[in-house]
Structure formats: structure tokens, C-alpha cells
């Protein structure tokens, strides 16, 4: 009996501490999450004032008269190549954070579920170590008989 009980204690130790180390990485890999997604929408209103600037450049061509309005449209169309080039990339990476915040999540979620598993786990052991005492409790006064 003192071995099983032994086994149990480490048993229950194992799990508890299973269940404390999945805790911590979920709370990492949550945290991790909302990084991507505090990127994701910095990315985002970087690329929508990359939009205004663009429709304020438009709005600004052909405005001149002369030999500037020449020099002011090439200086125009410079600015909004440069604009939607940098606009283009960060859309680009915008696209790779979303790839990997779906990555995370995958991970998240498959923490989550070993996590419910090890607790499941943990329960059950509890659950029996309980009808386990319950039954030694039942068993102990058919030991003894009655004089």
C-alpha cells in the first residue's frame, strides 16, 4: 500500500506540475498573440496613411500652370511610387503576420487542449485516490469482528 501510495503522490506531483508548465506556455503563447496582433494593426493604419497620402498627392497633380506644373507632376509621380512601393511592403509583411498569428494560434490551441487533457488527467487521479480511501474506510470495519 505504501508503494502505490508513493506512486500516487508522484503521479499527482507530475500532473500538477504538468498542468503549471502548460498554464505558463499558454500564457506565453497568448501573449504572443496579442504582440502579432498590437503588429498587425500598427501595420494597418501605417498602410491606410499610406492611402491618404497617395489620394492627397492625386488630388495635388496637375494643379500648376507652366513649366512647374511639368516639374511638380514628375515630383508627384516620385513620391507616389516611393508611397505605394513602402505601401506594397507592408502589406506584404502584414500578410506574413497573419500567416504566423494563425501559426500561434494553431499552437495556442493545442496547448489549450493538452492543457485539458492534463487537468482531465489530474481529476481523474484525485477522483480515484478518493474512492480509494472510501473503500479502505468501507473494508476497515469488516476487518474487525465484533466479540
Do not use: F
Amino acid at each position: 500500500m505504501l508503494g502505490s501510495a508513493i506512486g500516487w503522490y508522484c503521479s499527482k506531483a507530475m500532473d500538477k506540475a504538468r498542468i503549471t508548465r502548460l498554464r505558463r506556455i499558454l500564457k506565453v503563447q497568448e501573449q504572443k498573440e496579442q504582440m502579432i496582433k498590437y503588429d498587425i494593426a500598427v501595420l494597418d493604419s501605417e498602410i491606410q496613411r499610406c492611402v491618404e497620402e497617395s489620394e492627397e498627392l492625386v488630388s495635388h497633380w496637375g494643379r500648376h500652370e507652366g513649366e512647374l506644373r511639368e516639374v511638380m507632376n514628375r515630383a508627384i509621380s516620385r513620391r507616389l511610387e516611393t508611397n505605394n512601393r513602402n505601401k506594397s511592403l507592408k502589406e506584404k509583411h502584414k500578410g506574413e503576420l497573419l500567416g504566423k498569428l494563425l501559426d500561434q494560434k494553431r499552437q495556442t490551441s493545442m496547448t489549450e487542449k493538452h492543457h485539458g487533457k492534463a487537468l482531465v488527467s489530474y481529476h481523474r487521479t484525485e477522483e480515484k485516490k478518493q474512492l480509494q480511501e472510501i473503500a479502505e474506510l468501507q473494508a476497515a470495519p469488516k476487518k474487525v469482528r465484533p466479540r
